[in-house]
């Protein structure tokens, strides 16, 4: 998608980027624009796009700023904006604090937003789990003893979680997840794309988005106009 | 833009929180800078989020609550002990009439505190930083930044002031302890009567005395929180640095609430 120099900066920006610790040796030049979706090569590099670690080389910008730009406040804020699917066998190791349940999990930003309160984020957490697939609500156990398919869906149910949601990073966010629930990931990924927010879908091959039902571009009238 | 480095540089740098490094000078200023932060976020309501209240209960739960069965067994231990030395050396001086206050002195001011904070650090302390140190090794500390999570907020603050109120609490069920061992003690030596004795000893008490208990137990366990968090977070490497790890936060723990004894002993006696 071409910016006009009256467009909006793009939410995600990847300028030369060298990340640490995936297959793909090369550097990535990428901008995400409000309600895109785009496909990155890579294995497992949320935490670096996010900066909490370190890129090679390169810088990366989100809505226009890098992160060493941002204080601490700042930075949280932002990150609490930014949904993120990890790979579940990712460089970052841990899609999960260990002594938590995977429902405090996957609630656990959320009660750090201060425009919410713990039962809003409560109430949205179980109708998003509903939405996936996991009929009895988010498990409440934890991760170690967690059914690998109940875990998937438990990280889309984090993912979906802030609220506005500025990006959305998912790390090969299909990997052991089951097949009837893809069409309401599919869903609620074309829902928030509608409200402007971009996706960037990251996995070492290329998915069909066509076929998985995602259109590759929106009214762009709709989801154009300035953050 | 971020200049070029190496893997080998990466993974170092990675190894550890940005917001928590310690080393050197400017590690002592880090936890100084941690320490303010916490002591603010304590104040501040917005602070107090779900997460953040449910962690302060469990750790003045585990902290407090299950270390109440070994600190009443240490304080009727240190009761029998204490009461045996004095009257032995007050009667061997001739001062028995000052058995009373020697006591108040003896358990209040010094052994209770001393007690709860070493108490804290053998069942709290190693355990905390292992959990931390295990965290960082783990990628979760990075999860936890990933999502905008305030790590002082969620890590430092209730696994602080949990101690903090733990080892207050610890130290007041050592003093009954002692004093209720004392009294017993008394009664089966037999050569002086309890209530005169127990007249002594609260006759002899003073508000210094209570604020050198409190002080002396509640500021070196929330030290000794901060001390295992800040070494916990700032664990890198392999699963082998968390052992090291535990044994710096313990002997720093040690180290600290020696020196807040010196320095309220010194503000009490001079």
Request: one cysteine or more; proline letters at 6%.
């Amino acid at each position: 998608m071409d910016a006009s120099p009256a467009d909006p900066p793009p939410v995600l920006r990847l300028d030369a980027a060298r990340f640490a610790g995936v297959r793909n040796e090369g550097t990535f030049d990428l901008e995400l624009f409000r309600g895109e979706i785009r496909h990155l090569g890579a294995n497992s590099p949320s935490l670096q796009i996010l900066g909490v670690l370190p890129l090679l080389s390169g810088s990366i910008l989100v809505n226009g700023r890098s992160w060493e730009t941002r204080d601490v406040a700042d930075r949280e804020a932002q990150l609490r904006r930014i949904g993120t699917v990890h790979h579940p066998r990712g460089a970052s190791s841990s899609i999960w604090i260990s002594n938590l349940d995977i429902d405090e999990n996957a609630r656990l930003a959320g009660h750090f937003d201060p425009e919410r309160g713990s039962a809003a984020v409560a109430e949205r957490a179980e109708a998003l789990a509903h939405r996936f697939g996991l009929a009895e609500g988010l498990p409440t156990t934890r991760p170690a003893v967690t059914a690998l398919r109940e875990q998937i869906l438990a990280q889309w149910v984090r993912a979906f979680l802030p609220e506005p949601l500025d990006l959305l990073l998912l790390e090969s966010p299909l990997l052991g997840a089951p097949v009837e629930s893809i069409p309401a990931l599919v869903a609620e990924i074309e829902h928030v794309r509608g409200t402007g927010c971009p996706v960037l879908w990251i996995s070492e091959d290329e998915p069909d988005f066509a076929k998985l039902g995602i259109r590759a571009h929106l009214d762009e009238t709709a989801v154009r106009e300035p953050a | 833009m971020q200049g070029e480095k190496s893997e080998k540089a990466v993974a170092v740098e990675s190894g550890g929180s940005r917001r928590f490094r310690i080393s050197g000078w400017d590690g002592t200023l880090d936890f100084l800078a941690l320490a303010t932060e916490c002591v603010i976020a304590t104040l501040l309501p917005r602070s107090w989020r779900k997460p953040v209240r449910t962690r302060l209960a469990k750790q003045i739960l585990f902290a407090g609550v299950e270390a109440v069965p070994f600190t009443v067994f240490a304080g009727i231990l240190m009761g029998i002990v204490l009461t045996l030395n004095s009257y032995r050396w007050l009667e061997f001086t001739g001062r028995i009439d000052f058995l009373g206050p020697a006591l108040s002195i003896l358990v209040i001011r010094e052994a209770a505190p001393a007690f709860a904070c070493v108490i804290l650090i053998a069942a709290s302390a190693s355990a905390m930083t292992t959990e931390l140190a295990t965290m960082r090794v783990s990628g979760e500390i990075d999860l936890l930044e990933s999502q905008g999570i305030n790590l002082v907020q969620f890590l430092a603050m209730p696994r602080a002031l949990g101690l903090a109120i733990a080892g207050t609490g610890l130290a007041l069920i050592f003093v009954a302890c002692a004093f209720v061992t004392a009294v017993v003690t008394i009664l089966l030596i037999g050569r002086t009567s309890p209530g005169p004795f127990f007249d002594s000893i609260f006759s002899s008490i003073v508000a210094a005395d209570f604020v050198s208990l409190i002080g002396r137990s509640t500021v070196p366990a929330f030290l000794i929180g901060l001390i295992c968090c800040h070494v916990g977070v700032n664990t890198s490497g392999s699963l082998t640095a968390i052992p090291q790890a535990v044994t710096r936060a313990m002997l720093l723990s040690v180290a600290a609430t020696l020196l807040i004894s010196v320095l309220f002993a010194l503000v009490a006696y001079l």
